[in-house]
């Protein structure tokens, strides 16, 4: 970024800032850019090219700048921001949880596939995080109830933040559980849905600084290849699925066959399924 800020247009602004986030390694330059830019600016990405000579504040450009400087030192782009969307939903997103990623948008696709609209329900998110699961999935299914579990009271301070935003604080309910020492025995659920820790302990070490230093890592890391966590929270859906009730999950890419062998005993109609990158990420089973 220039130190004069004067006289430069925001295609200028944009080109500059993407050279920047292009040397420091960021792996979408020019994308994070357009949305660093159209936040500041308060425009749709779009829009920053349909007035490419428009010149900019000082003002602005000091604030683009500041922005452009932390995603340079590789803090995610949703925390600069402060929000990330997920299906369509605008959420609250900071170092509480973890980012929702575009790809657990595909489980919530899959269960919404095979609930009907009527679904009345109560839903149960195991490691609600931001909230992003159960948020998405009641505001489609408008007679269902939620119940948002998680260990963490900093991700449940978040997801209350979100639910309220989203007017849904009287079907969904938080509770601090820790699914390693805790049960559902008390607990009925329709539909038991979960974005769990699944990657190895050498995963995280190689994964990008973003992931590694700034998303909480007992969100991610899991023992046992990976499958700690998930193996529990198999054992506890079959614990508290109502018969033909569905748990949903999303795993690793070591797991397949792990979680088929895992749902086995006490589920049928079970589906492996893949991802935007037809890639196995999601399974879907039935209580029996």
């Not at 995080?129 to 948020?135: Q, Y």
């Not at 769990?196 to 909480?216: F, G, I, M, Q």
């Not at 614990?239 to 569905?246: F, H, N, R, V």
Request: glycine residues 6%; aromatic residues 4%; proline residues 5%.
């Amino acid at each position: 970024m220039a130190k004069n800020p004067e006289h430069l247009t925001c295609l200028e602004v944009l080109d500059k800032s993407s050279e920047f986030l292009r040397m420091k390694g960021v792996p979408s330059p020019k994308c994070d850019s357009e949305w660093i830019i159209s936040s500041v600016l308060e425009k749709k990405r779009l829009e920053l090219y349909l007035k490419p000579d428009e010149i900019l504040s000082e003002e602005a450009i000091g604030k683009i700048r500041a922005m452009v400087v932390m995603r340079g030192k590789r803090i995610p782009l949703q925390h600069i921001l402060q929000s990330v969307n997920f299906a369509g939903i605008l959420l609250k997103c900071d170092r509480r949880a973890l980012i929702p990623r575009p790809e657990t948008e595909s489980l919530v696709d899959h269960v919404l596939g095979r609930v009907p609209k009527s679904f009345e329900g109560n839903i149960l998110d195991l490691g609600i995080g931001s909230g992003a699961i159960l948020i998405a999935l009641c505001l489609s299914l408008e007679q269902a109830s939620g119940i948002g579990l998680d260990s963490s009271e900093d991700a449940l301070a978040l997801a209350e933040e979100n639910i309220i935003t989203q007017g849904l604080e009287k079907r969904i309910h938080l509770r601090k559980f820790d699914w390693h020492v805790d049960d559902l025995s008390q607990i009925d659920a329709n539909l038991i849905i979960s974005n769990p820790p699944y990657l190895l302990a050498r995963e995280w070490e190689s994964a990008e600084p973003e992931v590694k230093v700034h998303d909480p890592p007992e969100a991610l890391v899991s023992e046992q290849d990976g499958f700690a966590d998930l193996g529990r929270i198999i054992g506890l859906g079959a614990q508290s699925l109502k018969s033909e009730g569905i748990l949903a999950l999303e795993f690793g890419a070591g797991h397949p066959e792990m979680i088929e062998d895992a749902l086995s005993s006490d589920f049928g109609d079970i589906e492996i399924l893949k991802d935007l990158s037809h890639r196995k990420r999601f399974a879907i089973a039935r209580r029996k």
